[in-house]
């Protein structure tokens, strides 16, 4: 019985010791190097430039009155969007409104004047010779000329006289928001008075910047030698904000300069943007960006992905088993924080950014999402110049 109790007693140990001993590679074996991937991310990598501009409005009036008087009311809300023809201001009228009468009554009397003239010259000219002398007819031809002289000079009398009254109620000429009035109700204005206010149009506002040089060379270059009518119609123009935030609305260039500033050597352009949100203020900066207007899509990894031996570029994947793959990579640049990629990899893959120096090929891994490379908001080129801000 004891030898029986001695020999399990034995194998119990065995079994014990066996286990300890097997233990750590079971460990081992089961533990798989960590890693962190990233997908390959399509994006578009066209050139793209960026420029300080300014907003200016299409159009501003100021408006003044051409008419010497006092103010006689006020039609609007300072800061308000007025159409065109909406009445702004009324100037006193009462003495416009006797000159118009005055004007009207020597009218009235220029054209009696003239019919009187007409009679006597047709009633001269019905008589003989033996009548009426060769002098007295010529007399009554230079009477009804110069009665038709004076109506004439009445008859425009009187349409000054209606301008001027006309005058006394002033309108906005274009559609706009107008801004604080300078003058209140009561004051004299007239012609020498200066702006009474000033309507600026909102919609659409134009965003100036300039350009220099080289990077007018560059943009011909990027579009194969583009005249600058045609760059104008192969690139597209966005904008981004002071905050940082992208404008919804894309604009269109307008206008070149058509010669370099000697000063700053730049050339000036101009861009049209709708702004049916008032968004746009005039006065304000803004970056303007230029890229190409075909989109040219290219798959973009990080630039800790890729590394490099003897025989090129290469990045490590992980395949559908969980094992890792090398591929070997194209790259044409990059673009902010990425690699331009232009063969190799078709944007389906998944890279491996982090824990590269614990894997090989072959190895199976435990892999961890890592967010997609980031679009590269530099861009391939930027280029903000000294004359762009006035």
Same mark, same amino acid.
């Given at each position: ?20 001993? =097997?233990? +750590?590679?079971?460990? $081992? ?15 578009? $990598?066209? +050139? ?57 009554? /020597? ?109 007018? =060379? ?47 050597? /730049?050339? +000036? ?17 803004? /970056? ?27 990045? =490590? ?8 793959? =090398? ?23 998944? $890279? ?39």
């Amino acid at each position: 019985m004891r030898r029986s109790a001695a020999r399990r007693h034995m194998s119990a140990q065995s079994v014990v010791l066996l286990a300890f001993l =097997l233990a +750590p590679h079971v460990a $081992v074996a089961q533990v798989k190097p960590v890693v962190a991937t990233a997908g390959v991310a399509i994006e578009d $990598v066209s +050139p793209r430039y960026e420029f300080v501009g300014r907003v200016e409005a299409v159009n501003s009036v100021a408006i003044r009155s051409r008419i010497d008087g006092f103010l006689a009311s006020r039609m609007f809300s300072e800061g308000e969007v007025v159409r065109k023809d909406q009445e702004l201001f009324t100037i006193e009228s009462t003495a416009y409104e006797i000159a118009l009468k005055e004007a009207q009554a /020597t009218l009235l009397s220029a054209q009696a004047s003239r019919t009187e003239a007409d009679r006597r010259l047709q009633r001269n000219r019905s008589l003989n010779r033996q009548t009426v002398s060769q002098a007295v007819l010529e007399e009554s031809e230079t009477a009804r000329e110069t009665a038709q002289a004076n109506f004439l000079s009445a008859e425009a009398g009187v349409s000054r006289a209606e301008l001027n009254l006309g005058y006394t109620r002033i309108s906005s000429p274009i559609d706009g928001r107008i801004g604080l009035s300078a003058f209140t109700v009561g004051s004299l204005v007239g012609p020498s008075s200066g702006a009474l206010a000033t309507v600026v149009q909102t919609d659409p506002v134009r965003a100036v910047f300039s350009v220099t040089d080289r990077s007018i =060379l560059d943009l011909r270059s990027a579009a194969g030698g583009a005249s600058k009518e045609q760059l104008a119609s192969g690139f597209a123009i966005s904008m981004r904000l002071s905050n940082g935030a992208e404008y919804p609305e894309r604009g269109q260039i307008e206008f070149f300069e058509n010669e370099i500033d000697i000063q700053t050597g /730049t050339l +000036p352009i101009r861009a049209l943007f709708a702004n049916p949100e008032g968004l746009l203020v005039p006065g304000q900066f803004v /970056t303007i960006i230029v890229r190409q207007a075909d989109p040219r899509p290219r798959p973009v990894v990080p630039v800790a992905a890729v590394q490099q031996d003897r025989d090129g570029r290469y990045v =490590l994947l992980v395949g559908g088993d969980s094992k890792v793959e =090398l591929r070997r990579v194209e790259v044409s640049g990059q673009s902010g924080s990425n690699w331009i990629v232009v063969g190799g990899l078709d944007g389906e893959e998944k $890279v491996i950014v982090e824990g590269l120096q614990n894997i090989s090929p072959g190895v199976e891994v435990e892999a961890r999402q890592e967010p997609s490379p980031l679009p590269s908001q530099a861009g391939n080129s930027s280029a903000p110049v000294s004359g762009s801000r006035p």
